[in-house]
């Protein structure tokens, strides 16, 4: 082989899962067209051997041979310069690709007809074994990263957990966060401990452990300077606001939206948000529809799909507890058509789930359009872990079924939901199953 070519041979060896050319062309600081040809000289001679999506690796009984040549061959500041080469161009990429999931908004199942270098979601699954490689490096080295390469492993840590929570990786997002935490970059700098604090509460959340996401969110807001420290409070409020600590989480929704830089417009939307949720909860109707209001507008300019549709959905409790019954049903209608071209199924379910208590309440003739927004709530929820949301869902659907005249049906559901409120310490959701399952006692009106 020529000498290039076993340059190229060697440095392949940094790699740990197939890479395509254009990543071999950052390693080996070569022109794509170049490296075209020593792949071929490779792969003739059986070095390297390809992978799906045009993409080569050295021979797996040849990869630890490469490793003594290169560090035989190589000085240590040429290997460490392929290294941070290599990481940098797969971070650069992947904060490219993770910035485009929120900018297409489709489904991650969707069958796609676009480029690969198009499709974040295609790029991320093609790539996966090799991001994942590079991120856990760390968590197996015998020595730290070298200081030219920590900046573009982060970055690229980041980015991997922008594409696994986007697609509900929960698992391996926790791994990346520990791997980050584990790192003695992290005890240099407080601010990326501080991010992977941030990310382990919102992990937390997801899994329904709002006193866990607390306690991560509590290091978070600690250990953030000021320019991370408005979306860690905000984080921090919405947990709070799990717990039903009102008056704390508009305190830290307050003070994020503080902090919030003046040209975070989608930051500021999602505070608007969150304290029109908090308000909403402490009776505050008209704090509560001015901040959703203007979440809602915000979202809608800046084109966030998802946002706007939560809005809309807390928009349906205001209208409906004051009593503006048209406004909470033209709320519910649009909130459920942007939800059609959204892939939430939770936030959706909390969408049919305040449509049905609506319509139920504010026009009991439509009882069995009520039952059957309810009945598609319920269903979205069957794969998850029991949430005080099933419980209100099961309550309301026991209540349509008895407008509808079956109290077989109703009492069953009522029943499904004092197991549920009983079992999330839902105590208000439990008392109301408990008195509607008295017998011979007619259900009272529901209350949104």
């Known amino acids: 082989m020529t000498r290039e070519a076993r340059r190229l041979y060697r440095l392949m060896s940094l790699a ?19 490296i075209t040809g020593l792949l071929d000289q490779l792969a003739a001679a059986a070095f390297v051997v390809g992978a799906p999506g ?15 040549h290169l560090r035989d061959a190589d000085p240590a500041r040429s ?45 991320f699954d093609l790539h996966q074994e090799l991001l994942l490689a590079v991120v856990r490096v760390p968590a197996g080295a015998a020595e ?67 006193q866990g996401a607390a306690a991560a969110l509590t290091l978070a807001v600690a250990e953030r300077g000021r320019r991370g420290t408005a979306q860690a409070r905000m984080n921090l409020g919405l947990a709070l606001l799990d717990l039903g600590q009102l008056d704390d989480a508009v305190e830290h929704l307050e003070l994020s939206r503080r902090h919030r830089s003046s040209a975070d417009r989608a930051g500021h939307a999602l505070t608007q948000l969150g304290l029109g949720a908090a308000q ?40 409906a507890s004051l009593g ?55 269903r979205l929820r069957e794969d998850v872990r029991p949430t005080a949301g099933l419980a209100r869902t099961l309550l309301y659907l026991g209540d349509a079924a008895a407008a509808l005249g079956d109290r077989a049906d109703a009492r069953r559901r009522w029943a499904d939901a004092a197991t549920v ?12 199953a408990d008195e509607r399952l008295v017998p011979d006692v007619e259900a009272p009106p529901a209350t949104p």
């Not at 490219?96 to 991650?108: D, E, K, M």
């Not at 706007?308 to 959905?313: C, E, Q």
């Not at 058509?337 to 892939?343: F, I, L, Q, T």
């Open 16 to 34: 740990p899962a197939p890479v395509d050319r254009p990543t071999i062309a950052a390693l080996a600081r070569r022109h794509p067209e170049r």
């Open 54 to 68: 045009d993409r080569y690796e050295v021979r797996p009984l040849l990869a630890a041979n490469a490793r003594l």
């Open 79 to 123: 290997r460490v310069a392929a290294q941070a080469r290599l990481t940098r161009h797969l971070a650069r990429r992947a904060e490219r690709h993770a910035a485009n999931l929120t900018v297409l908004g489709s489904p991650p199942d969707r069958e796609w007809s676009l480029p690969l270098d198009d499709d974040p979601y295609g790029w």
């Open 144 to 210: 730290t990263l070298p200081r030219r390469v920590r900046r573009w492993w982060f970055r690229l840590a980041v980015a991997l957990c922008g594409w696994l929570a986007h697609v509900e990786r929960l698992d391996e997002w926790e791994q990346v966060c520990r791997t980050v935490l584990a790192t003695p970059t992290a005890d240099d700098r407080p601010e990326i401990a501080g991010w992977a604090h941030n990310e382990l509460g919102v992990l937390r959340r997801r899994r329904h452990d709002p």
């Open 280 to 319: 909403l909860a402490r009776g505050e109707l008209d704090a509560a529809h001015h901040h959703l209001v203007r979440a809602a507008n915000t979202f809608r300019s800046v084109g966030d799909a998802r946002g706007y549709a939560a809005a809309l959905t807390n928009l349906v409790l205001v209208h």
């Open 324 to 378: 503006e019954h048209l406004d909470a049903a033209q709320a519910w209608r649009a909130a459920l058509r942007e939800y059609e071209s959204v892939n939430d199924p939770t936030s959706r379910a909390a969408a049919l789930l305040n449509a049905g208590a609506t319509l139920l309440t504010s026009a009991p003739g439509q009882a069995r359009a009520a039952y059957e927004l309810l009945a598609e709530s319920r």
């Open 421 to 432: 409120a009983e079992e999330v310490g839902d105590d208000r959701a439990l008392a109301a």
